[in-house]
């Protein structure tokens, strides 16, 4: 009997000493005060909860090994974004740094919900001194766009995963290296970015240990599952490559630029606000990249470090822990500017030496400025091999950041109203549905803009337009233009055409003039025309609008023909024919097979009451050649303008 007591004693005794033992492990979270610092000491079941946490995100991550390529392809273009999600993020980022140090680059676009943006544009280069955007330190802009473009700044996917292309053409501030007084310079660049490693996948290349270690330190709660399963909507992902091109600044010449750095992907929920970390990457001598960050989500873990090694024939290692100390970086007063910490990898264990040399400071946040973030180039050493880093620390702001928060307005918005499934033969330029690029093409639709913005400067001259819709009918309505079409098609397939290419697009031209146009086609036409000036047949200008008459990329000024000074409703009719012709010229036709345009295009047709202009002709906001939105020129002639490219129906009065 004594026995047995003794054993429910003992039995008793062990339950209430493991009981007090998770009581420990599983404490609640630290004080506000406590959390500035953001570091979690381990509870006394740390081990034995870590190995179960290990366990589980194991076999949670060998479930999830790796993304099909396909998706990861997909995953390269623009995401949607959730408008009503003040968090949505969509972003790439490109670094370079040349390794003698002569030339840095920090280039990011993160779209976000409400056409804003996040836009990062430091170039740094010896012989030219610092670039960067005027609104620096303050991201946030607006007039983001369904692509990765913001603020001048384009990036453009080549090859998914392979090649990617950044772009600028605008004003940048300057920061002279003599150390002159800043300016604004017009530059422009054009880099090319060639992935040289793998893709590391922090969905999937995080070492489970990692993962294991940050849950270890948390008190296990329903409360926690449900932060961790936020926290994890987000993609990211990295590579490293090579940075080349060209940069040309004002007054300065031409730069060609040789570097090295990282290029990420993320998409998902960001919460600024939320986030501290300390993030180091570099490139050494001999080939070996890396990448070790620390991070602290106050939702969710307290620290999570990760990273990764991939040396010079491609053999990746995993980081399973690391020395760094987020409370050595969370005041911005007092960085560590000579240091050192070290990390271990499933393969071995290596030190790294950091000299910061230049800082950047970046403002975040959906009210612009709820976090700092250093980024500061640095010398490195990886087990005592000497190259070229980054050390990114982001905590929230410790002062007040007062600035622009945006960088331009957004030009006024234009509702598209829907079509309704009607496709009309005819639209006024007053409609407001005449702004539908496929229907009115080009000019058209920004004509249709302007007159709908209503704006005191500028007057449009009233106007129709005769719509794409109607040229399809008149095709249809004459069977000799299918078949010359049908022809003109096949010839651009075939890889030599056996006959003359000149002489096909001639008698597709010339097969529109013979044609007839279709008699309702016609009436609409007129009945447009005479309802311009009642009881007179007023002279008009009439002219090509093509869908894809004018991009980005490329100008299709003088390709396809405008007519002015027609009177009557018989001439009207004959020269919209002749700018439908003239969509087929060799000239028109290879210029969109040049720009990888359809070869059989669309076009609409504007027809516009002449105005009696003494002076005519065309203002461009930036220099036509340079792209410079420093300079605006104006060409123009005395009378009509017949003598210079007239590329637009506004008239200023």
């Known amino acids: 009997m004594m026995a047995l007591l003794l054993v429910v004693a003992t039995s008793i005794a062990f339950v209430v000493f493991i009981h007090k033992l998770f009581q420990k492990a599983w404490r609640p979270p630290l004080s506000s005060k406590e959390a500035k610092v953001a570091e979690h000491k381990p509870g006394v079941l740390f081990q034995l909860k870590t190995w179960i946490a290990y366990w589980k995100v194991k076999r949670q991550m060998a479930e999830h090994s790796a993304v099909p390529t396909s998706e990861l ?61 005027g609104c620096h330190p303050f991201c946030s802009v607006e007039g983001g766009t369904d692509g990765f473009s913001a603020a001048g700044l384009r990036f453009e996917c080549i090859d998914p995963c392979r090649v990617w292309r950044a772009t600028y053409n605008g004003i940048l501030r300057l920061l002279p290296a003599n150390g002159g007084e800043e300016r604004d310079v017009h530059v422009r660049f054009a880099f090319r970015w060639s992935a040289y490693t793998g893709i590391i996948n922090f969905d999937c290349h995080v070492h489970p240990w990692c993962i294991a270690e940050a849950l270890a330190r948390e008190k296990w709660t329903k409360e926690l599952q449900d932060k961790l399963a936020q926290a994890s909507k987000q993609t990211h992902w990295e590579q490293w490559g090579q940075l080349q091109g060209s940069l040309s600044v004002e007054d300065l010449g031409t730069f060609s630029l040789n570097a090295r750095g990282m290029r990420d992907r993320s ?21 070996t990249v890396f990448q070790v960050v620390v991070v602290s989500r106050q939702d969710s873990f307290h620290r999570l470090a990760a990273g990764y090694v991939v040396k010079p024939n491609g053999v990746f290692e995993s980081v399973t822990s690391c020395n760094v100390d987020l409370s050595h970086f969370s005041d911005f007063a007092n960085l560590p500017t000579d240091y050192g910490f070290s990390f271990e990898t499933d393969c071995g264990k290596y030190t790294v030496e950091c000299q910061p040399e230049t800082e950047h400071i970046f403002f975040h946040g959906n009210s612009g400025s709820e976090v700092e973030i250093r980024e500061r180039l640095s010398r490195i050493s990886l ?80 106007g129709f337009c005769v719509t794409t819709q109607a040229l399809e009918q008149h095709i249809e309505a004459n069977s000799q233009l299918k078949v010359l079409l049908g022809e003109l098609k096949m010839s651009w397939r075939q890889a030599e055409y056996d006959g003359d290419i000149h002489q096909l697009h001639q008698r597709v031209a010339d097969g529109f003039l013979q044609s007839n146009i279709p008699d309702h086609l016609a009436e609409a036409i007129c009945s447009d025309y005479n309802q311009l000036v009642h009881d007179i047949e007023p002279e008009v200008a009439v002219r090509s609008s093509a869908v894809g008459e004018d991009s980005v990329e490329n ?87 017949e003598v210079s490219i007239v590329c637009s129906g506004i008239c200023m009065w």
Not at 94 to 108: K, P, Q, T, Y
Not at 274 to 287: C, I, S, T
Not at 615 to 638: C, E, M, Q, R, W
Request: net charge positive; charged share 15%; hydrophobic share 40%.
């Open 73 to 133: 392809l997909d995953q390269e273009c623009p995401r949607h974004l959730a408008d009503k999600n003040d968090f949505a993020l969509d972003s790439v980022f490109i670094s370079g740094f040349a390794a003698d140090g002569s030339a840095n680059v920090l280039l990011r676009v993160a779209r976000r919900p409400g056409g804003k943006a996040e836009v990062w544009l430091v170039i740094q280069h010896n012989e030219i001194g610092i670039l960067r955007l």
């Open 267 to 287: 998409f998902g929920l960001r919460d600024w606000a939320n986030l501290q970390y300390a993030l180091h990457f570099g490139r050494v001598e001999n080939g």
């Open 383 to 462: 087990n005592g091999i000497a190259g070229r880093g980054t050390n990114e620390v982001c905590n929230k702001c410790s002062r007040i950041a007062a600035g622009p928060a945006v960088l331009c307005e957004r030009p006024t918005q234009v509702q598209v109203p829907s079509l309704g499934g009607q496709n009309p033969l005819t639209i006024s330029l007053s409609d407001p549905k005449c702004v539908h690029l496929k229907l009115t093409g080009g000019k058209g639709a920004q004509l249709a803009r302007i007159q709908a913005i209503g704006t005191k400067l500028f007057t449009v001259p009233s």
């Open 555 to 641: 100008s299709s000024a003088g390709q396809m023909e405008t007519y002015l000074n027609v009177r009557g409703s018989a001439s009207v009719l004959e020269h919209v024919v002749r700018c439908w012709a003239s969509l087929y010229t060799h000239r028109a036709v290879q210029n969109r097979r040049q720009h990888g345009e359809p070869v059989l295009d669309q076009m609409a047709v504007v027809v516009q009451l002449m105005v009696p202009a003494h002076v005519s002709g065309v203002l461009f906001t930036a220099d036509p050649l340079t792209g410079n939105p420093k300079t605006t020129v104006i060409n123009a002639a005395y009378g009509l303008g």
